[in-house]
């Protein structure tokens, strides 16, 4: 019902940068209201964790301890995009990071949680 893709993930030294961004688009053409979009990970062997999400009104943000400081998520509404900028990476940052939609989708009751497929993260030490 929405697609969401991510971009940007890869290998990176301890200590450097990488920006994701995640795309949302509705399926088969069908509009959708974003209420948040958000940034989860999941390391081997570890159950999927929040990372940061943003208010799709106003743009509130809100981060895991861990990434408080190094860590941005931002939105271009417009593009019905979101992107998380990740400095200072740590090895324990190493994970497959998903974007996730939280909203309503043209013709579907309620509103539902969106998950994308997912983009690696390795952060060498």
């Known amino acids: 019902q929405v697609q969401l893709v991510e971009t940007g993930g890869g290998l990176v030294q301890a200590g450097g940068s990488l920006r994701l961004s995640c795309a949302a688009s509705g399926a088969s053409g069908r509009t959708f209201s974003p209420d948040a979009m958000s940034w989860f990970r999941q390391a081997p062997g570890k159950e999927r964790e929040f990372v940061a999400t943003?208010?799709?009104?106003?743009?509130?943000?809100n981060y895991v301890d861990s990434v408080k400081g190094r860590f941005t998520i931002s939105s271009d509404n417009a593009k019905n995009t979101v992107y998380l900028q990740m400095n200072s990476l740590k090895p324990e940052d190493t994970a497959v990071y998903y974007c996730n939609l939280n909203g309503a989708v043209e013709g579907i009751r309620g509103r539902h949680d969106y998950w994308g497929q997912g983009t690696q993260v390795t952060v060498a030490s």
């Open positions: 943003i208010s799709w009104s106003g743009g509130n943000t």
